[in-house]
């Protein structure tokens, strides 16, 4: 089957501690993304990949990392996490980017204390 | 850069009814414009989109029109059903290369 996987789907952390949200797409696509959805904000994205060793910065890219070593793999890292980082975030994938579908992965709902 | 407003930010309807959002755009060079449906405890799945050479898609109940003089779209649902209920999106974007900018969201609420 198609889709997007997140992991964790559910994480509670403190202040300050490094965490990693894996993203892995089956789909062999190419574009892959990170967002993150507030109340009243929507989707606002983080940072983007456009292949393999190519990432760069979306609309809200500050305290989050990411990497793409391998096509089908998009983590998101959380180096010293705030509660402002508190938020559901979703990873997306797509064949290309701009004008193809994205698939959504489920969401991770991550809450910093 | 792109700017997308979406309006309402929610919508209450009675099954059976029709329901319409409508997105405006700041960029006249955008040519891609999806919409997504966001079910509870899930990610937004794209339920139709319409590229700039058509002025309007249907998909069975759904239907999405495009005024590209006037840069807004709209999603058009008729006969509504409860499960229906969720939070839709609009996008927009330019060519492949570019990011898709989302609207801020519809709470459309459908009761029996």
């Known amino acids: 089957e198609a889709q997007v996987t997140q992991n964790p789907r559910y994480l509670i952390t403190v202040t300050g501690k490094k965490l990693t949200v894996t993203c892995s797409q089956n789909?062999?696509?190419?574009?892959m993304s990170w967002y993150r959805q507030d109340p009243g904000l929507g989707l606002r994205q983080i940072y983007y990949s456009m292949n393999v060793e190519a990432t760069d910065k979306g609309d809200v890219p500050e305290g989050y990392k990411v990497s793409r070593k391998e096509k089908r793999n998009f983590p998101l890292i959380l180096e010293s996490p705030s509660p402002n980082q508190t938020s559901l975030y979703f990873c997306?994938?797509?064949?290309?980017?701009?004008?193809?579908?994205?698939?959504f992965g489920n969401g991770t709902r991550l809450t910093v204390t | 850069g792109e700017n997308v407003e979406q309006h309402p930010s929610t919508l209450s309807v009675q099954e059976g009814d029709s329901a319409v959002i409508k997105c405006t755009y700041s960029?006249?060079?955008?040519?891609?414009f999806p919409w997504y449906k966001q079910e509870l405890g899930k990610g937004p799945q794209l339920i139709i989109d319409?590229?700039?050479?058509?002025g309007e898609k249907k998909d069975q109940r759904i239907a999405v029109t495009l005024n590209k003089t006037a840069k807004h779209f709209s999603l058009h649902i008729t006969e509504t059903q409860p499960e229906d209920s969720a939070v839709y999106f609009c996008?927009?974007?330019?060519?492949?290369?570019?990011?898709?900018?989302f609207g801020k969201g519809t709470t459309l609420s459908v009761s029996s």
């Open positions: 319409i590229r700039s050479n058509v």
């Open positions: 960029d006249s060079a955008s040519n891609y």
């Open positions: 789909m062999n696509h190419e574009y």
């Open positions: 996008a927009a974007s330019k060519q492949a290369g570019t990011a898709l900018i």
């Open positions: 997306a994938s797509s064949l290309k980017t701009g004008n193809s579908p994205l698939h």
